[in-house]
Structure formats: structure tokens, C-alpha cells
């Protein structure tokens, strides 16, 4: 219950990003070469904002250096499972699978950055 009432905050955070952001372009969606999943991200304000959002949760993740005698354990997990999120991500070709990707990717950040501050 606490996950899918998670997710929903979430939702509602990046549904209020892109309504509030006039111009959230990201820029890498400036580059020559962009996939079809990168042009679909790039036309729509909803998946830019839930991309930037799960940008800056994966920024603040990796530059969380850990507690004394743990610095660093977990970030190249943390990396690694970014990457499969990636490539998992660039196999999408719709809007609502989309956002449910980044909506769990987020809420895995989130939970992450949740368990180091503990």
C-alpha cells in the first residue's frame, strides 16, 4: 500500500512539473542522433519532467559519498542498474509505458536515497 501510494505522489509531482515548466526541453533532446523512445521522451512535457525528476534523484544518489567505512559501496550497483533501466527504457515505444518506467525507476531511486539517510 505504501509503494502504490508512493507512486502516486510521484505521479502527481511530475504531472505538476511539466504543467508548471514552460519549457523543460531536455538537452540532450538538442542531438543529432535520438532513438525513436528519445523522440517520443523529447515531444512530450510529461515524460521530460519525469525524465529531469528521475535525472536529479539518480545526481543526488551518486553523489551521496556513504557512511564512514561504507563510501561508495552501493554506487556502482546503483550504476549498474541504471543502465538496465536505460536499456530497458529504450525497448518502450508508447507514452504510458513510458511514464510507468520512469515512475518505477523513480520510486527505486527514492527508496534508495530513503535507505541512506538512515
Known amino acids: 500500500m505504501k509503494k502504490v501510494a508512493m507512486m502516486c505522489v510521484t505521479a502527481m509531482?511530475?504531472?505538476a512539473m511539466s504543467a508548471a515548466s514552460a519549457d523543460c526541453t531536455l538537452g540532450w533532446c538538442k542531438a543529432n542522433t535520438l532513438s525513436?523512445?528519445?523522440?517520443?521522451?523529447?515531444?512530450d512535457a510529461g515524460l521530460q519532467a519525469a525524465d529531469n525528476l528521475m535525472d536529479s534523484l539518480y545526481q543526488e544518489v551518486m553523489s551521496?559519498?556513504?557512511?564512514?567505512?561504507?563510501e561508495g559501496?552501493?554506487?556502482?550497483?546503483?550504476?549498474?542498474?541504471?543502465?538496465?533501466?536505460?536499456?530497458?527504457?529504450n525497448q518502450l515505444s508508447a507514452k504510458n509505458p513510458l511514464m510507468d518506467s520512469y515512475?518505477?525507476?523513480?520510486?527505486e531511486l527514492q527508496t534508495t536515497l530513503k535507505s541512506m539517510s538512515q
Open 13 to 15: 509531482a511530475v504531472f
Open 36 to 43: 525513436a523512445t528519445e523522440k517520443l521522451i523529447c515531444a
Open 64 to 70: 551521496y559519498k556513504g557512511k564512514p567505512g561504507h
Open 73 to 89: 559501496m552501493w554506487s556502482g550497483e546503483v550504476q549498474s542498474d541504471q543502465q538496465d533501466w536505460l536499456k530497458s527504457r
Open 103 to 107: 515512475l518505477q525507476r523513480i520510486g
